[in-house]
């Protein structure tokens, strides 16, 4: 098993926060919109830098979404940004016609995904996210693992044409990949290589995979662990030619086991290369008040879940 | 003047011709907004707008136009046509198999002239919006213009723009709302009432102005009162009274007609009654 460490933890929406920054930076076509929640996006130093490429909307997805589409048109490069319940469910009907249907250039930047909200519980805590976007025609969607990872996403999908759901969180994560990475939208980054079963994880479950990585190590089994950071479009390559050599596959997520990546995952394979799966994710349910690692655990995402739907994947191998 | 009212009228017959005929042959859409409106556009792309029917996305340098009410596709689509977006033999492709023509205008198929895809109601306002911004940022003069049905202003996003464009100073926005008072399930007094428009937007901080939309010279008049307010501080809008159906007599102001198709007398009495000025598609 591939040694990871990290000095620091930080939370993902700071990666996203500094990479837009730097996008604006980047390019004079940037524009930032939020609807009430630009501290909780880290959205100041972009703002302050650039006010007049900053649209405060208020308490209004709705207008935003179509207000974003709308900037397109003059050849303005918008990214907008609220919590992920917001950003989608609240919002799909003008993602759909203004933005996917209408094939506009609108990055829509959604924190605060998941469980790992915490404490406000389920109202915003939105689990069906991924699934939403996901069958949107042309949707890119992506829900980086850590800090590095979400600041290099925010400038590669800054370069990138077209419609982008960018999925991020709030708690404090793990820095495990490298600062000047090279982000590659649709590009699976192989964490591990190993023999006997693929793990293939996204956004806060990477880190977990390594921890449960490390664990099934001390127990003897070789695992393969791959981040897929793009989910749509899906490295189906990458899958494959893993799952091709390891016979069988645990996919990860912070998301509702209906419509997010272990779906997709499984869809691939029993077209293509029908093999045994686990899915770590929320089993059909409403999140709830309480501390994200307390979350965690009663959701069964913790790195111990993980090795256990292993265990009883590898007894499915053949 | 680039034409006179009587040239105007003269256009807007054959569309409302066009409306009939589009709506007959594939016997489905939307007619009764499209002939209430075929006045305001023509006069907005034949006389109003300063644009090029060589489309380019961006619209630099030109004046933006978005229908938020999609349903009325056939109005927009005649007027693209007889402007010279494209050839006006495409119109017989309305709402039929693999046509750029779809039942809800959108850039999916690339028609020119098309800038965002409506239907779903109450999203247009928001995006030209956006449009209007982008040319402030672009330090683009030009105007967006958008129309609205009254009905669609039941759809809560409305109310999200509209308090957002007088407090962003949106000022190079002109709306307009076909206040023809129907909608499909019946009057908007009897379906939900829209009460007082001119005071609601008054209060939200909008510059109101109230028009004839059936009146060519009053139309023409009230857009280019409309463009002379521009640019001072607050956004415009037109509340332009219609009736729906405008121009065949068994249409005209009743709800019946919103989404219904003339059968083949219908359109025979229909056609019997609009000049065809240009030559039919």
């Given amino acids: 098993m591939k040694k990871y460490t990290y000095t620091e933890k930080k939370d993902t929406r700071s990666g996203f926060g500094a990479g837009l920054h730097e996008a604006g930076k980047r390019n004079k076509n940037v524009v930032a919109l939020c609807a009430d929640l630009k501290g909780s996006l880290k959205m100041d130093d972009f703002a302050n830098e650039f006010p007049d490429r900053f649209v405060q909307v208020g308490i209004a997805e709705a207008n935003m979404i179509g207000i974003a589409a709308g900037l397109t048109i003059g050849g303005k490069i918008p990214f907008t940004g609220t919590f992920a319940n917001f950003s989608t469910g609240r919002v799909y009907d003008q993602i759909r016609q203004s933005v996917a249907y209408s094939n506009k250039n609108v990055k ?85 290589e190993g023999k006997d079963v693929t793990i293939i994880a996204t956004g806060h479950m990477v880190w977990r995979a390594i921890e449960a990585g490390e664990k099934l190590a001390e127990m003897g089994i070789d695992a393969e662990i791959i981040n897929i950071h793009t989910i749509k479009p899906l490295d189906e390559a990458a899958i494959l030619a ?53 979350l965690m655990t009663k959701y069964g995402l913790d790195p111990i879940n993980i090795v256990e739907a292993v265990q009883k994947v590898l007894k499915r191998k053949k | ?102 039942g809800h205008p959108t850039t999916h198929e690339h028609l020119p002239g098309i800038r965002i895809a409506s239907g779903s109601l109450g999203q247009g306002l928001s995006v030209a919006i956006g449009a209007a911004l982008a040319k402030k940022l672009n330090k683009d003069k030009s105007l967006v213009f958008t129309l609205h049905g009254d009905g669609e202003l039941q759809e809560g996003q409305n109310w999200e723009a509209i308090m957002f464009a007088p407090f962003h100073k949106v000022d190079n926005l002109i709306a307009t709302v076909d206040y023809n008072g129907q909608q499909i399930d019946g009057p908007t007094e009897k379906v939900l009432s829209l009460d007082s428009l001119q005071a609601k937007f008054e209060a939200f901080g909008w510059h109101v102005i109230n028009s004839d939309g059936n009146d060519m010279d009053a139309v023409v008049k009230s857009l280019h009162l409309a463009k002379s307010l521009a640019g001072k501080g607050r956004p415009i809008l037109n509340l332009m009274s219609t009736q729906m159906g405008y121009g065949v007599d068994y249409m005209v102001g009743s709800h019946k007609w919103h989404g219904t198709a003339p059968n083949d007398a219908q359109l025979e009495s229909a056609l019997g009654q609009l000049t065809s000025t240009l030559s039919d598609y």
């Fill in chain 1, 242 to 294: 893993s799952v091709q050599k390891t016979g069988c596959v645990v996919t990860a997520e912070e998301h509702n086991k209906f419509g997010g990546l272990g779906e997709s995952v499984a869809r691939l394979l029993t077209t293509e290369f029908p093999a045994p799966q686990e899915f770590v994710a929320v089993n059909d349910s409403f999140g709830e008040s309480a501390t994200p690692d307390e």
């Fill in chain 1, 108 to 192: 829509i930047c959604a924190s605060h995904a998941g469980l790992t909200l915490g404490e406000d519980g389920a109202t915003h805590q939105i689990l069906e996210d991924i699934g939403l976007m996901k069958m949107l025609p042309g949707m890119v969607v992506i829900n980086p693992c850590d800090y590095n990872q979400t600041k290099a996403a925010t400038l590669a999908i800054l370069d990138y044409e077209g419609p982008v759901y960018l999925r991020f969180g709030r708690p404090s994560v793990p820095i495990f990949t490298p600062a000047d990475q090279k982000f590659e939208i649709g590009k699976a980054w192989m964490v591990n």
């Fill in chain 2, 1 to 102: 003047m680039k034409h006179t009212i009587k040239e105007l009228e003269d256009i807007a017959s054959q569309v409302r011709r066009d409306i009939v005929r589009m709506v007959h042959s594939c016997q489905s859409g939307h007619p009764g907004g499209s002939l209430g409106c075929a006045d305001f556009v023509t006069a907005l792309y034949f006389e109003v707008l300063n644009h090029s029917t060589d489309f380019k996305m961006d619209g630099v340098g030109e004046d933006l136009f978005f229908l938020s009410n999609g349903h009325i596709s056939p109005v927009w689509y005649s007027v693209l046509a007889r402007s010279g977006y494209f050839d006006i033999a495409e119109l017989a492709t309305f709402r039929k198999m693999n046509t750029r023509l779809q």
